[in-house]
């Protein structure tokens, strides 16, 4: 025979069932007439808040979407909470604890707000009823829940997911959430049984309790809420390797292109062979990169970066071919450029411009070559002056040897011509070597200036 005994009316009372006999069919019958008490809030009056004890064990970050920003992880959602309608004495019932149906005794309707997606994990159909009147549930649940992604710094970033759990009608006067472990024993647990190794790792475990107002009470009765925050880090092994890596080569073969001479080999197809390269190369890449319209990634700019560099290489290399190359037909070299490119420039890049004499072989045919300036030439040839061999040679001779000095002079014109068409050619040459290497630094510096400063902040990222 089963009897139930109720003590006197109180705010905290539970009811207390006998056994007739302890075993598990004496405990179950006894059980039978508070089974069929699900449908309410387990308390004897309305007035109490049942409190839901609720913590969980992560066991698996299945990953974490960029493009439609949620995170899918694996867990096990634990809650306990006191049913007031039952209690026995183990002793004479013959167990401290029993597994029943779920679905004979009431359950709190908490939900996790971020969740996007229905709930994929097997449900256990038992819960664990322990003789004080606990009741606790342990359930697998896969999260899908929403995260608002930070990915500035991808592939050396660090995410931050909230589980917000709550009840979905009842309010704080009704159901109050509670942590019922330490958030630093959730992290060692989690971390202890993490199965997956995959792009993620659990970093840490946080908690914070709200407390959202309702829209018609505002704040006289507000739903309480219990907030995980679950912050991930990517390993970015991979994205350095297939990504990083690659890019620094190409950058570093393009900068290594500018020690090319320019005036032998076709430097201008082998940077465009370089930029087609690394545009392949980008192509295939593009479905490891994220997606998101909220922010650009700094690997992105990164990308856009040694591109503009191998472009910006192309183009001066092409001016610096024109210069080289139809130096021969260019006017002479202005002033302002001489002063700024060939002197100023010159001496700052180490190239400066080499002084020379115009000097002209009087008798090339003689064994001892003779040189004289071409001034004293151009005055003996113009006054006249044949020296003494003129002065003793008769009329005849005289006007052979004008005549010779004639063409004698003609002939230098042309040879001053050609002089002053070589070095207006050097002139110009001088200028593309000068801009050659004036470039070369200033990428040098831009290039370390740019990695310097965006492997600073995801360094800056990734130590935090």
Request: aromatic share 10%.
């Amino acid at each position: 025979m089963v009897t139930i005994v109720s003590p006197a009316p109180c705010l905290r009372c539970k009811i207390v069932v006998n056994c007739t006999n302890p075993n598990t069919i004496s405990l179950l019958a006894a059980l039978e007439n508070v089974m069929k008490l699900y449908s309410i809030r387990p308390v004897m009056n309305l007035s109490t808040p049942t409190n839901i004890s609720m913590y969980f064990t992560l066991y698996g970050i299945l990953g974490v979407c960029c493009l439609q920003t949620y995170c899918i992880v694996a867990n096990v959602l634990f809650q306990e909470w006191e049913n007031e309608f039952f209690s026995w004495d183990p002793v004479q019932c013959g167990s401290a604890n029993i597994s029943l149906p779920r679905e004979r005794f009431w359950s709190p309707d908490v939900v996790i707000n971020e969740f996007m997606d229905e709930n994929r994990s097997p449900i256990v159909p038992y819960v664990y009823i322990k003789h004080t009147g606990i009741v606790r549930d342990a359930n697998p649940v896969r999260v899908v829940s929403s995260c608002n992604l930070e990915i500035y710094t991808f592939p050396f970033d660090v995410q931050n997911c909230t589980f917000t759990f709550r009840s979905y009608i009842h309010h704080v006067s009704d159901i109050r959430i509670i942590l019922g472990k330490k958030v630093e024993d959730i992290l060692k647990r989690s971390i202890s049984v993490l199965s997956t190794e995959g792009e993620w790792e659990l970093m840490d475990i946080k908690s914070s309790k709200l407390k959202l107002s309702t829209f018609n009470q505002g704040e006289s009765n507000p739903y309480d809420e219990l907030c995980f925050f679950i912050v991930l880090r990517r390993r970015p092994t991979l994205y350095v390797v297939n990504l990083l890596i690659p890019s620094c080569f190409l950058i570093t073969v393009d900068l290594f292109s500018f020690l090319l001479p320019p005036q032998n080999v076709d430097r201008a197809s082998f940077k465009m062979t370089l930029i087609l390269g690394y545009s392949v190369f980008l192509l295939i890449v593009n479905d490891l990169l994220p997606v998101t319209g909220s922010t650009i990634p700094l690997i992105n700019v990164f990308f856009a970066i040694c591109l503009a560099l191998m472009v910006a290489s192309l183009l001066e290399t092409i001016l610096i071919t024109n210069l080289l190359v139809g130096s021969s037909n260019f006017h002479p070299v202005p002033g302002w450029v001489r002063l700024l490119v060939l002197r100023f420039m010159g001496t700052l890049v180490w190239l400066p411009q080499k002084s020379r004499e115009d000097k002209i072989i009087l008798n090339p045919v003689a064994g001892d070559l003779k040189v004289c300036p071409l001034v004293t030439v151009e005055r003996q040839v113009q006054k006249g002056e044949p020296g003494e061999m003129w002065a003793e040679a008769g009329d005849s001779a005289l006007a052979e040897l004008r005549k010779l000095g004639n063409e004698l002079q003609s002939i230098r014109l042309q040879v001053v011509q050609h002089v002053d068409g070589n070095q207006i050619s050097q002139d110009w040459m001088q200028v593309g070597y000068i801009i050659d290497r004036l470039l070369f630094v200033v990428y040098c510096i831009f290039i370390t200036f740019s990695f310097i400063v965006i492997l600073s902040i995801w360094s800056n990222s990734f130590n935090q």
